[in-house]
């Protein structure tokens, strides 16, 4: 059978429809928090950022929410498009500027038109 | 704005050999430099960190001697995989903090190892 936490989950979804990626992190104490698309082969690219004095930023087509209470993270992105078909990881820093990011495990992202 | 720069992108080599992959930080000055490493539908994982001018520090269960970590100037850090081995084909993704809380990453290295 298939290993839970060796792939990544996957969303699909009709060009146009919002689009809702989740993501938990794991340390209590990380005060910054960021969202990063990868396409096949590349690094990952900065879609949004959000501090944890905050629970909700957006930007153009994507809002960021924050709920440390559960510890819980998710990317909104409205009007999806077939260029947003990518891998989605969320990425945290324990309370310290300059330290690294610690990366939750992804989901991709399908749109279809 | 920040750009950091990784060579090769791609690099196929024979097992026991050793590979190095580099990142230079073009337009600013890269005092720790983060190596990732990602296996096929995984996440980014921590390997190590670099400091220019001490030692790197890895993470739990990545063996040092093996990856060679080299962070010889502000913009210049270098992971070399010693005797390579399959198990270690993998996306190789450099990262450096640059500026504010900003951090930029390399385009990635795919070592695939024969």
């Known amino acids: 059978g298939e290993s839970v936490g060796l792939h990544l989950p996957t969303l699909s979804v009709q060009e146009g429809d919002n689009s809702i990626i989740n993501c938990a992190y794991s340390?209590?104490?990380?005060?910054?928090f960021i969202w990063y698309k990868q396409e096949s082969g590349k690094g990952p690219q900065f879609i949004i950022d959000?501090?944890?004095?905050?629970d909700k930023r957006q930007g153009q087509r994507v809002t960021v929410l924050l709920n440390k209470t559960v510890k819980h993270l998710s990317l909104q992105i409205a009007a999806t498009q077939p260029g947003d078909s990518a891998v989605y990881f969320c990425?945290?820093?324990?309370?310290?500027?300059?330290?690294?990011?610690?990366f939750g495990k992804g989901t991709t992202l399908s749109v279809s038109s | 704005g920040a750009v950091v720069s990784q060579h090769p992108s791609r690099v196929i080599c024979k097992s026991g050999t050793s590979v190095k992959i580099e990142c230079r930080s073009l337009?600013?000055?890269?005092?720790?430099m983060f190596w990732y490493r990602q296996f096929p539908k995984q996440s980014l994982m921590l390997m190590a960190t670099?400091?220019?001018?001490?030692?790197?520090?890895?993470e739990q269960g990545v063996e040092k001697d093996k990856f060679l970590i080299n962070h010889a100037s502000l913009t210049l850090s270098t992971l070399t995989v010693t005797s390579a081995h399959p198990e270690d084909s993998s996306f190789y993704i450099c990262?450096?903090?640059?500026?504010?809380?900003?951090?930029?990453f390399g385009s990635g290295t795919r070592l695939t190892v024969v």
């Open positions: 337009d600013f000055q890269a005092t720790t």
């Open positions: 340390n209590s104490a990380s005060d910054y």
């Open positions: 990262s450096a903090p640059s500026g504010g809380s900003g951090y930029t």
């Open positions: 670099s400091n220019e001018g001490s030692k790197a520090t890895y």
């Open positions: 990425a945290e820093r324990a309370n310290q500027a300059g330290t690294a990011l610690i």
């Open positions: 959000i501090r944890s004095n905050m």
